[in-house]
């Protein structure tokens, strides 16, 4: 009986001492950051997209978001992309805020441009796609269903 106190008492020391080491490192290297470059897109509505989201380009997760602010002379929202270093984003690329199914989260779908040099670090994309609203759509469809009741024969 001692001995299974005793075990579970190092196997929770070690356990323990696991989750110490692992947040010293995540802590050592910026907040388990990743290298790369930021890309920047302006959106009418980002709701929804947090920062750490993914990044993907044609399917693969090649980046992040860095963070996200509100501009204050034009209330749009500003959002950095830290693009992994050695990916090259077609110019004329589009940037577009899209859901993970109807109840998941919000990711940065990038839809490669048709132009043949890539975008510089640092850039804005000109093309963007904000975040759909879930509720602004089902919200749309029960008024469109009420009117169709209200209408006569």
Known sequence: MRENRTVLALTGAFAIAL????MAYGLSRGGGG?????????????DGLAAGAPVYLAGVHVGAVERLRLDPQRF???VALRIDEGVGVPE???????SDGVLGGKFVKIEPGSGEDMMA???EFELVQDAV?????????????????RKPE
């Open 19 to 22: 989750i110490l080491a692992g």
């Open 34 to 46: 990743r290298d790369g470059y930021l890309l920047y897109a302006t959106y009418d509505q980002a």
């Open 76 to 78: 749009k929202a500003q």
């Open 92 to 98: 004329e690329s589009a940037a577009m805020i899209v």
């Open 121 to 123: 670090k640092g850039s």
């Open 133 to 149: 609203i879930v509720e602004s759509l089902l919200e749309r469809i029960v008024q469109a269903a009420a009117a169709a009741r």
